[in-house]
């Protein structure tokens, strides 16, 4: 589910582009899902829907784990 802000913020950009006549996709084209491994720290990119670390193999969490600490 897209967040209230980050949904302002693709409009915004979208309507000034509009304004100046820019063509412009309404969404992003490649959409990346990242990780954070529990079991060991690592930083993980997922791919074909596949939650699996790829250093330790542990199962990553299918919900956003990432802290902004």
Not at 42 to 50: E, G, I, S, T
């Amino acid at each position: 589910m897209i967040n209230r802000r980050r949904a302002m913020r693709l409009d915004s950009r979208g309507s000034a582009l509009d304004r100046i006549g820019v063509e412009h996709r309404d969404d992003f084209t490649d959409k990346v899902i990242f990780r954070c491994c529990p079991a060991c720290g690592a930083r993980n990119v997922v791919r074909d829907n596949d939650f699996t670390c790829a250093l330790c193999d542990s199962a990553l969490p299918t919900r956003w784990n990432f802290t902004s600490n």
